[in-house]
């Protein structure tokens, strides 16, 4: 991690629920500028965002039923990493057909 650089998930969080899109979103700043923040789910990048007016965010479209570890890694322009807390994420069949819940454990 870059000293000075920080990034925060801030979405998922605890409460949170969605049928199709689990909203990503995270807060990052530093010494060098913030040039993307990416979104990972167990480990592997889902997507990222390049453009953080206002915050750093995009969208989880339809997760499988399971347990998953969500962070997000913001990158510098002096090519930097740090990575954000984890947040845990089970999504659950709620009902018969296509609706899913999520629950933040």
Known sequence: PTLGSWVVLT???TSNES???IQLEAW?????EILAVQF?????IVN????????????WTTP???????????IDTAGN?????????????????????VRIR
């Open 40 to 44: 990972y789910i167990n480990g592997t």
């Open 19 to 21: 049928s199709q899109n």
């Open 11 to 13: 979405s998922p969080q």
């Open 81 to 101: 990493t740090t990575q954000s807390e984890t947040a845990y994420v089970t999504v659950t069949n709620v009902s018969i057909g296509c609706r899913r819940g």
């Open 64 to 74: 499988d039923v399971g347990d998953f570890v969500v962070y997000a890694v913001a």
């Open 48 to 59: 990222g965002d390049h453009d953080g007016r206002g915050n750093w965010r995009s969208h």
């Open 28 to 32: 990052a700043s530093g010494a060098q």
